[in-house]
């Protein structure tokens, strides 16, 4: 499939939107799922999730739209590792299921790995010739962490430093071994719209005033500010005068300022909100050109502060979104709408999305 080239001018006050077929043509959403959503790093969970030595996860690396089989495993030497669960032999997956174990094996024809995903034995294999070679390992993808949060990839198109560091950097005050996963605040929404136009309507606070009463009532717009990195940009909410901010230490770099939350968007798909509160996760996981799932995971570090601030209301807010952003999919039909243009001084991060977009698909 292939889908005709565009092109967003650098320059945001020349630059038109992409195509509004883009949100709308399969051979759109395979290229993107090809060239921007296999080579992206994504947010895996905790640490917790193979916590002891002979810890076992199985997991699926974006499901219901890249479906790469994974595992996280800890050795007996307490170290994690992101490793292929498909067995080298045949293709099954080796690992069904959590648990702990010395070895993995493979249920099929018996193949056995070490915890690190190094071949070990297989059966009635004698005298079959340069065996067993690295081919017969089970591939390592990279890890990376922050704190006890995990982020993977099965062949990055970025470093992971790069990727990460600006959040990282930035909020490297935050006690992130103190935040507890809550499965009552975590929930996942199904949206008719694409996965972009979910991602581009996070990406701009242009549109608070307008769709979001509540939000707007909590936070100072006019105040309202973007920052871009190479592959990740940063929302700073600014918290209306006498409504709930973070009580900034010394050495943050915003100390003296009343942030209210710190919106932050790592290309191409993962929002990381912060609140006074704690982390709102947000994976943004496409199902198909006009289909999306986003996944609302919630790590509480303060919960006395859950119902105060830009921090609260947080299943309204989504709704708001989901409405608008499923008009604009349908608006997106129009016969006589093409391509549009960019707030200069409001869509930066759009633009900044739009961009990378563009690049990557067409590189």
Partial sequence: MTFPRFEIDTEIRRASTPPAEFYRSAAAYELARERILVPSWQFIGTDHAARVPGAVHPFQFLDGCVDEPLLLTRDDADRLHCISNVCTHRGKPVAEADGVAKSL??????????LDGRFQFMPEFDGVEGFPSVCDDLRSMQLANWGPLLFTAIQPAAPAAEWLGPMRGRLSWLPLEEFRFEAKLSKDYLVRANWALYCENYLEGFHIPYVHAGLNDVLDHGNYSVELHRWSSLQLGIAKEGEMCFDLPNSSADFGRRVAAYYYWLFPNLMMNFYPWGLSINVVRPLGPERTKVSFLSYVWDESKL?????????????????????????LASRVYSRGRYSPTRETGTHHFHRLLSETLFA
């Fill in 105 to 114: 094996r493979c249920r099929y024809h018996g193949r056995r790995f070490g």
């Fill in 307 to 331: 119902e105060s601030g830009a921090g609260a209301g947080l299943d309204r807010v989504e709704r708001e979104d989901e409405a608008i952003v499923e008009e604009v999919q349908r608006g």
